[in-house]
Structures are given as C-alpha cells and as structure tokens.
C-alpha cells in the first residue's frame, strides 16, 4: 500500500491543501479509514 502513505504523507503536510481538490475522492477514502 505504497499509495496510502504517500497520500498520509501528503495529508500531514500543508501540501494537502493545493492536492486536496486533485485527489478529491482518494482524500475522503484516506481519511475515512484514517478517521
């Protein structure tokens, strides 16, 4: 699950705001299971 912790990794980080609308549902479907 290499994808998941690049996108944790991408979440952690204030990056997580400009990638935010580029994953659009990959970011609620990480955070659902993070959350």
Do not use: N
């Not at 204030?14 to 935010?20: G, N, P, T």
């Not at 549902?25 to 299971?33: A, D, E, L, N, S």
């Amino acid at each position: 699950m290499c994808a998941s912790k690049t996108i944790a990794s991408i979440c952690d980080s204030d990056i997580s705001v400009r990638v935010r609308p580029c994953l659009g549902q990959w970011h609620r479907y990480v955070i659902t299971i993070y959350v």
